[in-house]
């Protein structure tokens, strides 16, 4: 059976990183699909035998890290309505902001399956921020590194059981 991820959270976290990872060259360009706004880009990822559609919330690129735009928040939403499970992404070399505090909020509210990963995990930099990951109350955090490809397996433990 196949599913739709979104990947959410707010700007410079690793979002389109992860996202190109997983759909590598078949991304899909959805400009002129009903529905899907230059805003959400939508692709066919892989992740061992998943197959899966994924979405990442691109367009939130001019946005501040300490503030949170309608625009945002209504892109976020739209992707979650969207999707079977959110991946929401943290940066483990920063922690959790308040800015992450919203995003959670929005998800815990709406998302049918949240996952949580905590992204930039790659060396002993994010181990902090992974740790703080557990206080938002959405379960482990899977430490990724959408740079360096790390953390894959973990991921597709994490999407076995909801595919
Ligand atoms: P988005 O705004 O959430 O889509 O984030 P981007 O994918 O555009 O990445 C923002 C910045 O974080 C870029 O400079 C990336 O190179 C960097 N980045 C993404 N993933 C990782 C990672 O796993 N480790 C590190 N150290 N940097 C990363
Ligand atoms: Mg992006």
Redo the contacts with the bound molecule.
């Keep these: 059976m196949s599913f739709t991820l979104a990947i959410v959270?707010?700007?410079?976290?690793?979002?389109?990183?992860?996202?190109?990872r997983l759909v590598g060259r078949r991304l899909a360009l959805v400009d002129d699909q009903p529905g899907v706004t230059r805003d959400l880009r939508e692709g066919e990822a892989r992740l061992g035998d998943l197959r899966f559609t994924v979405i990442?919330t691109?367009g939130?690129?001019d946005a501040t890290d300490d503030s949170l735009p309608a625009r945002m928040r209504r892109l976020t939403e739209r992707a979650v309505e969207m999707a079977d499970i959110c991946l929401f992404?943290i940066d483990a070399?920063t922690g959790i902001t308040p800015t992450d505090e919203i995003f959670a909020d929005i998800l815990r509210r709406r998302a049918r399956h949240v996952l949580l990963a905590a992204?930039?995990?790659?060396g002993r930099a994010g181990e902090g921020g992974l740790i703080e990951a557990w206080s938002l109350g959405l379960g482990e955090p899977i430490a990724?590194?959408?740079?360096?490809g790390?953390g894959m397996p973990d991921l597709y433990a994490a999407l076995l059981p909801l595919a």
Aim: hydrophobic share 30%.
């Design positions: 959270g707010r700007p410079n976290v690793g979002k389109s990183t992860l996202f190109n990442d691109a939130l690129e992404v070399r992204n930039k995990s790659e990724l590194s959408a740079e360096h790390e």
